[in-house]
């Protein structure tokens, strides 16, 4: 398994608070991306980083800012968290050898906001 | 704007069974597509990942196959036991992205 941890695993937080998740990688990859998954809607992306201090937008951005000041950290924060941002938050990783582009994914934080 | 679809959103078969799931995806300009499962409470595993320029991948009892011209592909699972039971998606890659399909929900039983 690709060495990718998330923490906290599981968080319950009230609206109006700020969340940061944190996403790690022992990988070294270049490519790190942050999606929420939620029933019916599956898999979206929220932001992305293609090096260190560089991140882009993803379709879902609204509401969320992310930073990577390390190769291997990648953090995702709620500024000011809201109920519709109730999910579960997957890290992915991957780098470009030969444009092979396959994606590892994390096991997940599941946001409650209350 | 790229969409991918899969059907049927749920399976329930008897073990031992050949299955066949599909993705298809409206835009044909793709880098790659690949498979992923997706267990309870669980993060994604990667299965397959089929390039462009490929027409199918296999690995043991799965075989994905790509078609680009129809926007459609399969994920074929032979011999199929409870093991198998999971979500299954599908992705695809254009620039830096992935796009989803909303998956397979598979029940293998015994």
């Known amino acids: 398994d690709a060495g990718i941890t998330q923490s906290p695993r599981h968080k319950v937080t009230e609206t109006g608070t700020p969340v940061t998740l944190r996403c790690h990688q022992t990988e070294n990859h270049r490519y790190m991306y942050w999606y929420r998954q939620d029933p019916g809607h599956g898999l979206r992306l929220i932001h992305y980083?293609?090096?260190?201090?560089?991140?882009d937008k993803g379709e879902v951005s609204d509401g969320y800012s992310v930073s990577r000041s390390k190769t291997e950290d990648f953090l995702l924060t709620l500024e000011s968290a809201t109920s519709s941002q109730t999910s579960v938050y997957f890290c992915a990783i991957s780098e470009v050898p030969s444009g092979n582009y396959e994606q590892y994914f994390g096991p997940g934080t599941r946001l409650t906001v209350t | 704007k790229q969409e991918v679809t899969q059907i049927p959103a749920a399976l329930s078969v008897p073990e031992g069974e050949n299955l066949v799931l599909n993705c298809s995806f409206t835009d044909s300009a793709i880098y790659n597509l690949q498979w992923f499962r997706q267990d309870p409470g669980k993060g994604l595993t990667s299965l397959l990942l089929i390039q462009s320029s490929q027409r199918e991948q296999t690995s043991g009892r799965l075989n994905a196959s790509l078609d680009k011209s129809s926007g459609r592909s399969t994920l074929y699972i032979a011999a199929s036991q409870p093991g198998d039971s999971a979500t299954y998606l599908c992705?695809?890659?254009?620039?830096?992205?992935?796009?989803f399909g909303t998956g397979t929900r598979l029940q293998v039983f015994p």
């Open positions: 992705a695809v890659r254009r620039a830096d992205k992935l796009i």
């Open positions: 980083s293609y090096g260190v201090k560089d991140t």
